[in-house]
């Protein structure tokens, strides 16, 4: 039987960020024990210091230790990403790791074989198991012409070469190719770790197989980056059937169950938009970030994969926003929290009352437009992804000598749609200025375009955050808001910032649009 690297914690941490309940570790770790599975890869270790990742993208020493203690058996390993990896590093990165890991592997892009060789043959000096994971193998022949030479020059000083079908849009046949190819020039094992982009991570898995791989990477659930990996409970259920292989199913369905359950709440798995960037090889992470923000529709994903595939951005340009230089005294944007909604009537009262002030709506979100058709004053829409669909349903309502639609900057990554009755009513920011992050957000749009307006003061309404629990798009997108709430904040102290509905949101002066209605 051939080997399988389980790395489900490892890659399955792209949709966690690396944190992981210790109940859920504890039990695949005793699964793992049981089960017929050789090595056990269970994360990053990483000397990076930018931004929050949680333990299993460090693995401390006590995180390796323990699973050491639950899986006595095993051949425990970690990962590194080359790129991030200097050899000086590898003395204070694994050190501490003799005695308790067994394998290490590199993330490797294949630009960068013979870099990552010198630092692979420190490693195996330090006494580990040394393995490569090589990344974008569907562009190996095409784009690496030195490639096989470059390979071949790794003999002697890796342990397991394994290729990883990055975009998930390989074939069988191709895969049973490249494996051969490998195989007349490496004197190691050679190792598959397939994407399930476009369905095919099984039957590539056992195209490598046939052609002589001897390593299977597979993950529990097929939890991974994107849209995920061969699933450990197919491959192992496959053996059992076909090959009579013992398995403790029992152990197996336990485990499974916790990350079934976890799949609940990142919802990993293909879909269209990861089918397209599988069979056209482009990057997942992207395609990850995209499907996992609820205002970008598949319409506007698949744009801008093809986008993306022809090297441009959204080929639309409009005109830029308020180049007349329209000014407002008063600015109030509109969120789709329930509040924009369940306030309306004191909103549009509060409007009636700034006769000696120049005022307008800005709409981050068109869900509780609806409520604001009646109101005199010039309205803004805020167009991300999908949302010019979901004006198209209110802007009948409304008097459209009185709407303006505002989109980010050119050039668009993601396509953006605009009713056709508005596209000469449409228009985009030159640069979003107050913030460099999330700047084609809702939220970043409306604040521009506040601050396009001159406005002095902006009142925020429909920004409610989030009661109990809540799933992981909803703590991205209130960390997104908050960040954009304190960035303008921060930045523009001469505007007035508040929230005038009920909010959850930190970093912001709140108000209430009643008290507003007494003076």
Avoid at 307 to 318: I, P, V, Y
Avoid at 352 to 359: F, G, N, S, V
Avoid at 366 to 387: H, M, R, T, W
Wanted: net charge negative.
């Amino acid at each position: 039987m051939i080997d399988i690297v389980d790395c489900t914690l490892r890659d399955g941490g792209y949709y966690t960020n690396w944190d992981f309940n210790e109940n859920l570790t504890l039990n695949y770790f005793q699964a793992m024990e049981k089960l017929p599975v050789s090595y056990i890869e269970i994360g990053y270790r990483s000397l990076v210091q930018d931004g929050y990742k949680g333990e299993y993208n460090y693995c401390p020493d006590y995180i390796l230790k323990y699973a050491r203690q639950h899986m006595p058996s095993k051949k425990i390993g970690i990962m590194l990403n080359e790129k991030e990896v200097k050899i000086d590093d590898l003395e204070k990165l694994l050190s501490s790791c003799k005695g308790t890991i067994d394998i290490i592997r590199m993330a490797v892009d294949p630009a960068n074989i013979k870099r990552a060789g010198e630092t692979a043959a420190r490693i195996k000096e330090m006494g580990f198991e040394m393995g490569f994971n090589v990344m974008y193998v569907s562009k190996w022949m095409t784009e690496y012409p030195n490639f096989m030479t470059d390979v071949a020059s790794l003999n002697g000083k890796v342990d397991s070469f394994s290729m990883v079908d990055s975009y998930g849009g390989i074939f069988p046949e191709e895969v049973e190719t490249i494996t051969r190819h490998l195989r007349s020039v490496l004197q190691c094992k050679i190792g598959f770790h397939g994407h399930n982009n476009t369905e095919l991570a099984f039957a590539n898995t056992l195209a490598a197989i046939k052609a002589g791989c001897e390593l299977i990477d597979t993950t529990i659930t097929g939890m991974g980056r994107g849209a995920g990996n061969m699933k450990t409970e197919l491959l192992l259920s496959y053996f059992s059937s076909k090959e009579g292989v013992s398995l403790d199913f029992n152990s197996l369905s336990t485990t499974v169950a916790d990350f079934e359950r976890l799949k609940e709440e990142y919802g990993w798995g293909t879909n269209l938009p990861y089918m397209v960037s599988g069979f056209n090889s482009l990057p997942q992470k992207d395609v990850m970030d995209w499907v996992t923000r609820r205002f970008y529709s598949i319409n506007s994903i698949l744009q801008a994969l093809h986008n993306m595939k022809d090297k441009k951005g959204d080929n639309l340009k409009l005109p830029i926003f308020n180049s007349n230089k329209s000014h407002f005294d008063t600015v109030l944007i509109i969120g789709g929290g329930p509040s924009g909604a369940n306030c309306a009537t004191a909103i549009k009262q509060f409007i009636k009352k700034q006769e000696d002030k120049t005022i307008c709506i800005i709409h981050a979100s068109s869900k509780n437009a609806g409520y604001y058709n009646d109101i005199d004053i010039p309205q803004f829409f805020c167009l991300v992804g999908n949302e010019g669909h979901r004006l198209e349903k209110v802007f009948a309502d409304f008097d459209l000598n009185k709407i303006s639609c505002v989109l980010p900057s050119y050039p668009r990554k993601m396509g953006t749609y605009i009713p056709q009755q508005l596209i000469d009513k449409s228009f985009e920011l030159k640069e979003v200025t107050f913030s460099p992050l999330y700047q084609d957000s809702h939220t970043a749009l409306a604040l521009q375009t506040a601050i396009e307006l001159s406005a002095t003061t902006v009142y925020i309404a429909g920004y409610d955050g989030y009661d109990g629990l809540i799933n992981e798009n909803e703590r991205l997108l209130t960390s997104e808001n908050e960040y954009l709430l304190s960035q303008i904040v921060d930045k523009r102290p001469d505007i007035e910032v508040a929230t005038i509905t009920a909010t959850k949101y930190q970093g912001v002066k709140n108000l209430s649009v009643y008290r507003l209605l007494i003076d």
